[in-house]
C-alpha cells in the first residue's frame, strides 16, 4: 500500500518562507512523477508543482512560479515544496501526489495522495 505523508506546514507572516515535505512509503518512489496541489476555503483543488521522474522535468502555474519550488530526493523518498514570498492568498491545505504516468497538471492523473497540510499566511 503506497502512503504519502506530508509535514512542515504552519502559520507565517506574508513574506516568509515556508518548505513542507512529503515522504512516501509502500511504492517505488522513484518511478513517480510528484506534485503539489492547494484547496484554499471555499475553492477548488489546484495545481501547484510537479516534478518528473530524475527530476527533469518541472512546472509551476503563473500564481506561484518563481516563488516556489519543488524538488525530489529519490534516496529518501521524498518531495519537497519550498515556498519563497508567502501571499495570504497562498493559505490553503496542501496535498502531495503520485502518479505512475507522466508529470501532470490533472488531479485525475494522480494514483496516490497525502492527507494534506494547512499552511496559513497571514498579512
Known amino acids: 500500500q503506497v502512503r504519502l505523508v506530508e509535514s512542515g506546514g504552519g502559520s507565517v507572516q506574508a513574506g516568509d518562507s515556508l518548505s513542507v515535505s512529503c515522504v512516501v512509503s509502500?511504492?517505488?518512489?522513484?518511478?513517480?512523477?510528484m506534485a503539489w496541489f492547494r484547496q484554499a476555503p471555499g475553492k477548488e483543488r489546484e495545481f501547484v508543482a510537479v516534478?518528473?521522474?530524475?527530476?527533469?522535468?518541472?512546472n509551476y502555474p503563473d500564481p506561484v512560479k518563481g516563488r516556489f519550488t519543488i524538488s525530489r530526493d529519490d534516496a529518501k523518498n521524498t518531495v519537497y515544496l519550498q515556498m519563497n514570498s508567502l501571499k495570504p492568498e497562498d493559505t490553503a491545505v496542501y496535498y502531495c501526489?503520485?502518479?505512475?504516468?507522466?508529470?501532470?497538471?490533472?488531479?485525475?492523473?494522480?494514483?496516490?495522495w497525502g492527507q494534506g497540510i494547512q499552511v496559513t499566511v497571514s498579512s
Open positions: 501526489a503520485a502518479s505512475s504516468t507522466i508529470p501532470s497538471v490533472l488531479e485525475r492523473h494522480y494514483d496516490y
Open positions: 509502500g511504492g517505488t518512489f522513484k518511478t513517480y512523477s
Open positions: 516534478i518528473g521522474r530524475l527530476g527533469v522535468h518541472t
